[in-house]
């Protein structure tokens, strides 16, 4: 089992930034691949980046791109989400997700193990 801890999620101006954190615990953090999600109300749950088990290899969708970036350090067992210049229509649930796999992937099927999700609100 991998338990996963989500936070920094709060409510924001449009044009300003967060960083959320997922902690995780209960196996090794390094031989996993970590990703972030988010579901806006009334839609479905939506891929937003994801980063190899090392690090080295990350993605992320294109509207996105160029404002949000994903880390990990796996010494603190802890995947990050840098939100810059954040858009009203940022406003979501986001979830970060494990898969065991030294890979990436963008589906969330291949994601086993789930946070509880943190709120983040862009007011206009």
């Known amino acids: 089992q991998v338990q996963l801890v989500e936070s920094g999620g709060g409510l924001v101006q449009a044009g300003g930034s967060l960083r959320l954190s997922c902690a995780a615990s209960?196996?090794?953090?390094?031989?996993?691949?970590m990703g972030w999600f988010r579901q806006a109300p009334g839609k479905e749950r939506e891929f937003v980046a994801s980063?190899?088990?090392?690090?080295?290899?990350?993605y992320s969708v294109d509207f996105v791109k160029g404002r949000f970036t994903i880390s990990r350090d796996n010494a603190k067992n802890t995947v990050y989400l840098q939100m810059n210049s954040l858009k009203p229509e940022d406003t979501a649930v986001y979830y970060c997700?494990?898969?065991?796999?030294?890979?990436?992937?963008?589906?969330?099927?291949?994601?086993?193990?789930w946070g509880q999700g943190t709120q983040v609100t862009v007011s206009s």
């Open positions: 997700a494990a898969a065991r796999s030294r890979s990436y992937y963008l589906d969330e099927y291949e994601y086993t193990y």
């Open positions: 209960g196996r090794t953090f390094s031989n996993y691949a």
């Open positions: 980063i190899s088990s090392s690090g080295r290899s990350t």
